[in-house]
């Protein structure tokens, strides 16, 4: 399992699709908070905080994740050498989980980077070192585990085609079912209990609730229940060829 995850990383690093990733989540991000002249720039704003990395992150990721997801196993099934994985002595989750920690990686070391914004805004407040650090890293906790689930819901919708394109559009739409679907589903029900229920199932309300600093256990259990729910379609549909 070792020796595909570093294979597959390898593979990231080796094409144009990793560095891809992480300057386009960092130029995306840094002009939004430093250079466009609009309420979320940080220099505009008059405070600090790194509110706008976290509210943009999501919707960037959206489509980054995808991006990196997409030939996990399209390409496998494409070039005809998902047989010859599996024939591998490695079992089904062994290789699940080694492409699906290897796109999670990639993610992690596009936010990476995003350290010196924090050290940016730490030095530029008032007095040196004026903002919600419990807060700030709470809401680190909460964007590496929704890019987790992203990347989760980016290797089922590979499993399911040959085709990268195909791969990356269901991917896409999936991740936005999960991410805001339920938000604006909820609208439609009635007030009360049952929205609230609805609500939790998405994932923009746990990755709300752990960006306020509070680490709770239901949120975690969300986010690593949901990862797993995807990885066991994954592996479901992995299965299905030998029915």
């Known amino acids: 399992m070792i020796s595909l995850l570093k294979k597959e990383i390898s593979d990231f690093l080796s094409s144009l699709i990793g560095y891809l990733v992480i300057a386009v989540f960092l130029c995306a991000v840094g002009l939004f908070m430093w250079v466009f002249p609009i309420d979320m720039n940080v220099l505009n704003s008059g405070y600090a905080n790194l509110d706008a990395l976290f509210s943009l992150a999501p919707w960037v990721f959206l489509f980054l994740c995808p991006a990196v997801t997409m030939r996990l196993f399209a390409e496998e099934h494409r070039n005809g050498t998902i047989e010859w994985l599996m024939t591998k002595p490695l079992g089904d989750w062994q290789i699940i989980l080694a492409k699906f920690l290897a796109g999670w990686i990639l993610t992690l070391i596009a936010i990476l980077p995003t350290v010196v914004y924090y050290y940016s805004v730490y030095q530029l407040g008032s007095p040196t070192g004026n903002l919600d650090s419990g807060s700030i890293f709470g809401s680190y906790i909460g964007l590496m585990l929704l890019s987790g689930c992203y ?34 589903l909820s609208g439609l029900l009635p007030m009360g209990a049952i929205e609230h229920v609805f609500i939790q199932f998405g994932i923009n309300e746990h990755y709300l609730s752990i960006s306020r600093g509070v680490v709770d256990t239901r949120d975690l259990l969300y986010f690593f229940g949901l990862i797993g729910v995807f990885l066991l379609f994954t592996k479901t549909k992995l299965e299905s060829r030998k029915w």
């Open 151 to 184: 990347v989760a819901i980016g290797v089922f919708a590979s499993s399911l085609t040959n085709n990268q394109i195909i791969s990356f559009i269901t991917a896409v739409f999936l991740s936005f079912i999960m991410f805001i679907g339920f938000d604006s």
